[in-house]
């Protein structure tokens, strides 16, 4: 007889010695694959492109009238490139693929090649249409605020892929 207090449950648990089968019943996630990295990938550059134009509109006003007026539009622009982050962020609840891909292709790659060879960087924003989101990118990206949100999008990704490796331990 055992002494352990649960010993008389015993026929209520499963059986986990043999993984080869939990392995085999674990769901397949290639659609939650896909709609992340696509939605990292078309949401990202949309979102980095509207904190770009915002950003862009609240420093000009600023800047060139040296008045505390604020552009709605500006912060409308802002408000939505933040949301639209956030977004993509939330995606890596599905797959980290899309915060990983979104941050590594849109900001890590364009900061780090901005930051050790400036000229691939005004090559890089010259493959844009000359307008004012080009400007707020280029600024976003010398001053560093790609790779930034690059980074946390991949640290995003990486933190949920993380959790859901361990909540499958």
């Known amino acids: 007889m055992s002494t352990h207090r649960y010993a008389e449950y015993e026929d209520d648990y499963e059986d986990y010695d043999n993984t080869t089968e939990a392995l085999d019943e674990r769901p397949r ?7 992340s990295a696509l939605g990292g990938l078309l949401l990202t550059p949309v979102a980095l492109g509207l904190l770009s134009w915002g950003g862009l509109r609240q420093q000009q006003l ?4 040296l008045s505390t007026n604020r552009d709605p539009l500006g912060i409308a622009l802002l408000a939505g490139g933040a949301i639209l982050l956030l977004v993509v962020a939330a995606l890596g609840a599905l797959s980290a693929a899309g915060p990983i ?11 780090v090649a901005a930051m050790a060879v400036p000229e691939w960087g005004f090559k890089l924003v010259n493959l844009m249409p000359k307008s004012d989101i080009a400007y707020g990118v280029m600024d976003f990206l010398f001053i560093g605020g790609l790779l930034g949100v690059g980074f946390l999008l991949v640290g995003s990704g990486l933190a949920n892929a993380l959790v859901r490796r361990r909540r499958e331990a």
Do not use: D, N, S, W
């Open 29 to 35: 996630r290639g659609v939650a694959h896909l709609v």
């Open 62 to 65: 600023i800047q060139a009238t």
């Open 101 to 111: 891909l979104g941050g590594l292709i849109y900001g890590v790659l364009p900061g």
